[in-house]
Each structure stands twice: as structure tokens, then as C-alpha cells.
């Protein structure tokens, strides 16, 4: 089963190259036969297929699950192509021949108890625990913005760092000790009780959904939250 995520490009725009990076990430994690839903559709072998028939693939993979609509139209449309003066199709070979990439042994999807190696360096996202690249639903997006604009506001005024109250809270005994993220409560406690930065439930809850932990949703990233609203850039000495 895919997982229900949404993250975008880091700079909240969607291309190609990020999509189809996305898209690669979760066909290697979850082991997402994408082959077996586009041939179905390609009766003849042909290689291609129509674009909504390509599309419609993905999402019976449960990749709508995990991209955003936005991010298999731009994957449908870099594939597709003339196939005659009316008529254009998609090349899903092509396709598939640059998602399995990412496999280190040929053929996967026929053998899923394969044991393979770690996901591929060029999968993993570098600041991966600096920030956080996903996108929310427009409504909680301009809730999340107002509450985020607000709480930087209050700790510029203050000029106390964030995350070492969140540094804290990592270390105690009790924590699950996963670099950079501590628990949801232990996020919240930190908020009101150390940083006594007040929030309601309404905004506790977007600023969860934001910075909770791709595979650990449970675990809030506390790392990216603290340089959004206290970017480290600030206390670098100029000089």
C-alpha cells in the first residue's frame, strides 16, 4: 500500500525533475508494480498508451496517493508525444525504462522478497531534516502562513534561539531519540511550556501535518520547524 503524502519541490513549485524524483521514491519504497497497471492499457505492445489511460494507471497503482494531480499531469505530459498529425500518445516504456532506474537489481518487481539496498543517494533529499518541502491544501496552507509569520515575529522580538528548547526535549530519556524530531506531544508541551508560544488547536494541528516526519508521521521534525520560524542565518556573525 502507498502511503497518503504530499510534498512538492522544495521551493513549492512543481517540475518534472521533482516529480518524477517523488514518484521514483515511492515505487522504491513501496515496491509499486507501475508496469503491470500501464501494459493493461497497451493491448497491442506498443510502448504507448493514451495519456488518460496513463494516468489512470498511476492512480490504480495508488500513486494519487502519494503525488499530487499537478505532479502526474507534468510526468504524463514529458512523456507524451505525436503518434500521427491527431493524435498524441504516451511512451510508457520510456517511462519505466527511467523509474527502474533506481533499482540495484533487474527485474524487481518479479522477485519483491529480494532483499535490495538502501534507497539510492540520489533519492534521498540532502535537507531532508533543514526544512520541509510539503505542501498542504490551500486552506491550511494560508492558516499554516498566518500562524508561521506570527510565532517568527515573536521569537525575532525575543532573540532567544528555538531549537535548543527542542534539543532538550530530544535528549530526555524518554524520547524515541530520532535525530532532529522529537514526539507530538513533547513538540507541543515545548511549545507552550519552554517557549510559551501560544497557539490554538486549529493551528497545532497544520503545523503538525507540515513538519511531521515523512514515514514516522507521529514524530514531528523539529529541525525544520525551528528554521522556519528562527532561521540560524540570523545569529551568523557578519564579520
Known amino acids: 500500500m502507498v502511503a497518503q503524502t504530499t510534498a512538492p519541490a ?7 525533475e521533482s516529480a518524477l524524483t517523488r514518484l521514483k521514491k515511492v515505487v522504491y519504497k513501496n515496491r509499486v508494480r507501475v508496469k503491470e497497471f500501464l501494459i493493461d492499457f497497451d493491448k497491442l505492445r506498443s510502448g504507448f498508451v493514451y495519456p488518460n489511460h496513463f494516468l489512470t494507471a498511476l492512480s490504480m497503482a ?26 498524441v500518445m504516451t511512451d510508457w516504456k520510456t517511462f519505466m525504462n527511467d523509474v527502474d532506474i533506481v533499482f540495484t537489481v533487474p527485474n524487481l518487481e518479479k522477485s519483491p522478497l529480494v532483499d535490495v539496498a538502501p534507497e539510492p543517494m540520489e533519492l ?5 531534516y533543514d526544512r520541509s ?14 500562524v ?13 534561539p528555538v ?11 524518554h524520547s524515541a531519540k530520532l535525530y532532529g524530531h522529537v514526539t507530538i506531544p513533547q513538540f507541543r508541551q515545548c511549545l507552550s511550556t519552554k517557549l510559551e508560544l501560544q497557539i490554538t488547536e486549529a493551528e ?36
Open 163 to 173: 531549537k535548543p528548547f527542542f534539543d532538550d526535549a530530544a535528549a530526555d530519556d
Open 148 to 160: 508561521i509569520q506570527r510565532l517568527t515575529d515573536i521569537v525575532a522580538k525575543r532573540g532567544t
Open 10 to 16: 522544495a521551493n513549492g513549485e512543481t517540475n518534472f
Open 124 to 128: 534521498l533529499d540532502k535537507t531532508r
Open 62 to 87: 495508488g500513486l494519487d496517493k502519494a503525488l499530487t494531480p499537478t505532479e502526474l499531469q507534468i510526468i504524463c505530459d514529458t512523456y507524451t508525444v505525436p503518434r500521427g498529425p491527431s493524435l
Open 204 to 239: 497545532a494541528k497544520v503545523i503538525v501535518r507540515k513538519f511531521a516526519n515523512e514515514d514516522k508521521p507521529e514524530f514531528i521534525n523539529y529541525i525544520a520547524f525551528s528554521n522556519t520560524i528562527d532561521p540560524p542565518s540570523k545569529y551568523l556573525n557578519p564579520n
Open 133 to 146: 518541502s510539503r505542501l498542504l491544501p490551500d486552506h491550511d496552507e494560508a492558516l499554516l502562513q498566518a
